[in-house]
DNA sequence: AAAGTGCCCAACCGCGTATGA
DNA sequence: CTCATACGCGGTTGGGCACTT
């Protein structure tokens, strides 16, 4: 029984494709203008024009838009969508979101055409990343790769930072693990507690415990999370300074090198989870928080919806 | 000058998700 | 819950321009 499938606006030869005219343009202006955007199925047809919906949303996003900003991307620009690019992929809107008046495809144009072409020149050697993705200038503040572990065991590495008064230190050292650590006993009787391992600073803000942790953890051995868990990474915003310094890290899109979801989009989205596993109590007067808990794909999963809570980081912007 | 080539970017297309009946 | 519809996102396409041969 075959259900009535509505034919896809492009599909239909009477709509006008390919490149918008000056006449078409006011049209759509001046109806947006007056009646809003959205309802874009039927705003043709009010509007006057013969196009399909989704043509009539994406020159009014990509061009007709108010505030829009067109011409080169600036030096400036062009390093913060490297930077951001290395934290997400090719997630565009949010890219965009980040760089005021341009738009997604713009910026994956841009990426398309210049900047994927610096990616696939040499690598770094020891650490496989893309030249684009290298740091330009000496003043971001990155960790050592000279005495500390390449990208991907750093990555296996990261359990937990948090940051307080803007400079880095590693959680307290009281037994944490029943608020929301992924501490474990290290084959001593008594409570869970964290084990605390090197420290790597991997900016003047961010310092994370390292190595023996996670390979404890991954071990079988007992442990305050669930073995086998992804890494989870904690951090404690009090203002920009990890937001910037993360950008200026060489923390990679991926996260854990397995994992499909880039845990730290969440961090630059408008809305993003907060939890922990063992869950952290959400929220209860619904303000904004200043803590966030991001980790890979399953880990994120493993978060039960109801101690989920979301919190509003457009400070962050 | 004409043809060929490469690049840029606006627009298209298909898919996933949200929403509401 | 199911289904239809609308929206948003990201990969892809192709027209037009600049540059080269």
Redesign the pocket.
């Known amino acids: 029984m075959g259900?009535?499938q509505?034919k896809?606006c492009?599909e239909k030869e009477e709509v006008n494709?390919?490149?918008?005219t000056a006449e078409e343009d006011r049209i759509l202006t001046d109806y947006v203008k007056a009646n809003g955007d959205?309802?874009?199925?039927?705003l043709p047809s009010k509007a006057g024009l013969n196009r399909c919906?989704?043509?009539c949303?994406?020159?009014w996003r990509?061009?007709l838009r108010p505030g829009i900003k067109r011409g080169n991307i600036s030096p400036e620009e062009e390093e913060l969508i490297i930077k951001l690019h290395r934290l997400l992929g090719?997630?565009?809107?949010?890219i965009a979101g980040r760089l005021p008046g341009r738009t997604?495809?713009?910026i994956?144009?841009?990426w398309?055409?210049?900047l994927s072409k610096r990616a696939l020149k040499g690598k770094d050697r020891k650490h496989d990343i893309p030249e684009v993705y290298r740091p330009r200038s000496q003043s971001s503040p990155v960790w050592d790769k000279e005495t500390t572990v390449p990208t991907e065991a750093f990555w296996a590495s990261i359990l937990e930072c948090s940051v307080e008064d803007t400079k880095a230190k590693i959680s307290n050292q009281n037994d944490d693990y029943d608020n929301n650590c992924f501490g474990f006993n290290n084959g001593e009787p008594g409570p869970h507690r964290p084990y605390y391992a090197d420290t790597t600073l991997i900016s003047e803000n961010i310092e994370v415990k390292t190595s023996t942790l996670f390979s404890r953890f991954h071990q079988g051995e007992d442990v305050g999370g669930n073995a086998g868990e992804d890494p989870v990474m904690k951090f404690d915003f009090e203002d920009d300074v990890l937001l910037l310094d993360l950008l200026n890290s060489d923390i990679l899109a991926g996260g854990n090198p397995s994992s499909s979801l880039p845990p730290l989009a969440d961090i630059l989205n408008s809305e993003i989870c907060v939890g922990s596993n063992p869950p952290l109590a959400p929220s209860s007067d619904g303000l904004p928080c200043s803590q966030v808990l991001v980790g890979s794909n399953n880990t994120s999963s493993s978060i039960p919806s109801s101690d989920v809570s979301t919190c509003d980081l457009e400070t962050l912007n």
């Open positions: 259900r009535k509505r896809p492009w494709r390919g490149a918008w959205g309802r874009w199925e039927t919906g989704k043509s949303r994406l020159r990509n061009y090719n997630r565009w809107s949010l997604d495809n713009e994956k144009n841009y398309n055409s210049v």
